[in-house]
């Protein structure tokens, strides 16, 4: 039982070549999240657009998949296909159990964010926890703007388990 | 695959014709995506169960904007992106909930006339949405569709 | 020739209903313009169309859109009330407080005088929207709403004794150009004492 350690082990290390960000950087979206997270719901107009910078915590929302697409997008980076193996094992939950965020610029409206992900590791053994027997993945992004700069590292840990009482119903 | 885009010509279009039926999934996340995501609306009946039940709904349903969007949708895709959609004119019927083993609406819709106004090629299409209850959405649109001259 | 068959006004006998009198200044009135939360985005556009599962380029792919006739992208027309529809806080406001953002609207003073003549149920049964120019990114969409008919006299529905009523609403862009024209028909009615339990509103 378990993953097939060795294909996993083979995306280790390994990096994405750069993804876009879907959207660029909007004043709507950095309104919504305000509204959401600060429970600030001043409008867009009232906004000092030149002074505001995005919030930090906000900037994975910039490498969220799609709801929807009409092209249909077959793993190709080295997370993805680390994650598709796992996933396949029948490790198909997932939560996120860690993130460290380090800023290195701030990021205006109209940035057009990219980014890349590093699978930095995949524990070699199975993890018992509270929520079922998995593993835990390791990743790295780079998150770059338009111009080139890196702008934040991210070190984010999930941990991929077995659904323990899926419903089945 | 991604859909090819091709453009019907109004001198192709006949009165009668059947556009090609296309089915949507209602499922939970089309709806709340629908109503907060898409078109802002927070209304809790369109995200919140508990609150939707509190008002005598037996669960979440669509908001009429991601109905008519869904349809507006529908006729504009089949069309192509060089008609411009004029008028959309709906009705509501029973409510699209999401269900568990996933409530459908299937979408159908007829040209039922074709006409030229102030320089414009026009086509009239009553179209409808129906769920496992019965109809969700019925109405008519006006299209202006580009021509081959 | 058929015969002519008269409509005849129609109270409740039963019951007491609105007072037409209380309402009747408000048809044709509208309130002031209102300014949107947000301006249009291109982010915005994208969730809508992965919502509609539309694929259409004009609004999803910037170089196709740059050299059709607009120039540029649009939003789905059909999107147009997105922008209409206040803040979260706004709304959770409105319908879980049930404190209004702005009471003395037209629409929002008919639905007190309906709501304290018992009529507590509300279902919209037509919408109607005219598109007359394309929305583009960067577009700011002003609206105003106001009430265009009110019933005079009750009607028999399947949802029990009640009154139609239209709102209107015209949408505009930074240029004072109506880029919608929408009417939006409301039956508000008693909810038949079976059933009225199930309300509580």
């Not at chain 1, 994975?60 to 190709?76: I, Q, R």
């Not at chain 1, 796992?86 to 940035?111: M, N, R, S, T």
């Not at chain 3, 556009?45 to 694929?55: L, N």
Request: hydrophobic letters at 35%; aromatic letters at 10%; proline letters at 6%.
């Amino acid at each position: 039982m378990g993953i097939n350690y060795s294909e996993v082990q083979n995306h280790v290390g390994k990096e994405s070549e750069a993804i876009m960000a879907i959207d660029k950087v909007s004043k709507s979206d950095i309104r919504h999240w305000c509204e959401l997270i600060d429970q600030d719901d001043t409008p867009y107009n009232e906004i000092d657009w030149v002074e505001k910078t995005v919030p930090p915590a906000m900037l994975m929302v910039w490498t969220m998949p799609p709801l929807w697409s009409p092209e249909s997008k077959a793993p190709t980076a080295p997370h993805e296909l680390a994650l598709k193996v796992i996933d396949d094992a029948g490790y198909d939950g997932a939560i996120g159990i860690a993130l460290d965020q380090e800023i290195f610029a701030p990021v205006k409206v109209d940035d057009r964010l990219s980014y890349t992900v590093k699978l930095n590791g995949v524990s070699s053994d199975e993890v018992q926890t509270n929520m079922g027997k998995g593993y835990q993945v390791d990743l790295e992004y780079k998150i770059s703007n338009q111009t080139g700069k890196m702008i934040s590292k991210q070190n984010y840990s999930l941990f991929k388990f077995k659904i323990l009482n899926p419903v089945t119903e | 695959m991604a859909e090819e885009i091709k453009d019907i010509y109004w001198e192709d279009v006949k009165e009668k014709y059947d556009l090609p039926q296309k089915t949507r999934v209602i499922d939970t996340t089309i709806i709340a995506a629908g109503a907060m995501w898409a078109s802002h609306d927070f209304m809790p009946v369109h995200h919140d169960r508990d609150f939707a039940q509190g008002k005598g709904a037996p669960d979440i349903f669509m908001n009429i904007l991601t109905s008519n969007g869904i349809l507006a949708s529908y006729l504009e895709q089949w069309a192509g992106p060089a008609a411009k959609m004029k008028t959309m004119q709906i009705s509501l019927q029973v409510p699209n909930f999401p269900e568990k083993d996933g409530n459908k609406m299937d979408m159908n819709a007829r040209v039922t006339k074709k006409y030229e106004e102030g320089g414009e090629h026009l086509i009239e299409l009553a179209f409808s949405g129906d769920n496992n209850l019965g109809p969700h959405i019925v109405g008519t649109a006006v299209m202006a569709l580009p021509t081959k001259g | 020739m058929g015969k002519k068959y008269e409509v005849k006004p129609f109270n409740s006998p039963l019951e007491e209903s609105l007072d037409y009198s209380l309402v009747a200044d408000l048809v044709g009135k509208f309130s002031p313009q209102r300014d949107p939360h947000d301006e249009v985005s291109e982010s915005d556009i994208r969730h809508w169309c992965e919502v509609m599962h539309d694929a259409n380029p004009l609004y999803r792919d910037t170089e196709y859109a740059r050299n059709s006739e607009y120039g540029g992208m649009i939003a789905p027309p059909a999107m147009v009330q997105a922008w209409s529809l206040g803040s979260m806080k706004t709304a959770l406001n409105q319908f879980v407080e049930e404190k209004l953002a702005f009471p003395d609207d037209p629409n929002n003073r008919l639905t007190e005088q309906v709501v304290k003549a018992g009529y507590t149920g509300v279902m919209a049964t037509a919408q109607v929207q005219t598109y007359k120019a394309p929305i583009k990114p960067g577009d700011t969409i002003y609206f105003k709403l106001g009430v265009s008919q009110i019933s005079e006299y009750d009607h028999f529905t399947r949802q029990g004794v009640g009154r139609y009523y239209m709102i209107v609403y015209t949408f505009e862009n930074q240029d004072g150009e109506e880029v919608c024209f929408c009417t939006f028909r409301v039956l508000v009615y008693k909810p038949p004492a079976s059933t009225r339990k199930l309300y509580k509103g």
